[in-house]
């Protein structure tokens, strides 16, 4: 008999009390599932280094570790084949967009019912995309976001880290530091992201990274 879960979730949300709540709601919807749950996104990071498997992550839009859309867009480039839906208190429409934008492939609000909560688990995990009955995105998006989702989309995971330090105000010394690596590789990914990105100096990348991130945008 095989005692393996068939399937393995990671909720990150920094919230223990909806955490809780939320991983008890698919336990109880899918009692052969494995749910762990983190309360920062290097902890999310971490659970999937050490899992490789996981079959979605419950990603929630202002996790401690992640710039707004920083995080989804971490997650897709590093994990590419895992489902990441992003869960948010704020169901407004152009967030929601700015999510399934950025790769999401679902948005549960938080203020969701059980019984919607399940189906849109269930719905991801057959590989399909979920957002709200209620909620059309058949409208054009924000073109710029798109635009610079796009282009994100063409770093690595390390040079998209890189990025979002620069966004932070570090130095290329101070990166290096935190990143265990030598200022020259530091420069080198700097010089690619700058490549990718289409832009001739870090302040053009960083604006172009703050349309992604969604600086002063709640969540």
């Known amino acids: 008999m095989n005692?393996?879960?068939?399937?393995?979730?990671?909720?990150?949300?920094d919230h223990p009390l909806y955490r809780g709540a939320l991983q008890q709601t698919i336990t109880t919807l899918m009692p052969q599932a494995m749910v762990i749950d983190v309360g920062t996104f290097d902890d999310a990071v971490a659970v999937l280094a050490e899992k490789g498997d996981v079959d979605l992550v419950l990603l929630d839009l202002a996790i401690p570790g992640a710039q707004r859309l920083s995080g989804l867009m971490y997650l897709r480039?590093?994990?590419?084949?895992?489902?990441?839906?992003?869960?948010?208190?704020?169901d407004d429409r152009t967030v929601i967009r700015s999510c399934m934008d950025c790769g999401a492939s679902g948005f549960i609000p938080k203020s969701l019912g059980v019984a919607s909560?399940?189906?849109a688990v269930r719905?991801?995990?057959?590989?399909?995309?979920w957002v709200p009955p209620d909620?059309?995105?058949?409208?054009?998006?924000?073109?710029?976001l798109g635009d610079a989702a796009k282009r994100l989309s063409r770093l690595t995971p390390q040079q998209l880290r890189v990025l979002m330090m620069l966004t932070e105000g570090l130095l290329n010394k101070q990166i290096a530091y935190e990143l265990s690596v030598s200022e020259a590789t530091v420069k080198a990914h700097v010089s690619?992201?700058?490549?990718?990105?289409g832009v001739e100096s870090r302040t053009q990348a960083v604006?172009?990274?703050?349309?992604v991130t969604g600086t002063g945008t709640a969540a």
């Open 135 to 144: 909620i059309d995105l058949s409208t054009a998006g924000d073109a710029a």
């Open 3 to 13: 005692d393996q879960p068939s399937v393995q979730i990671v909720i990150a949300d």
């Open 117 to 119: 909560i399940g189906e």
């Open 207 to 211: 604006i172009l990274a703050g349309r």
């Open 77 to 90: 480039a590093q994990y590419p084949g895992t489902p990441v839906v992003i869960v948010s208190g704020n």
């Open 192 to 197: 690619a992201i700058l490549q990718k990105l």
């Open 123 to 129: 719905s991801v995990l057959a590989g399909n995309t």
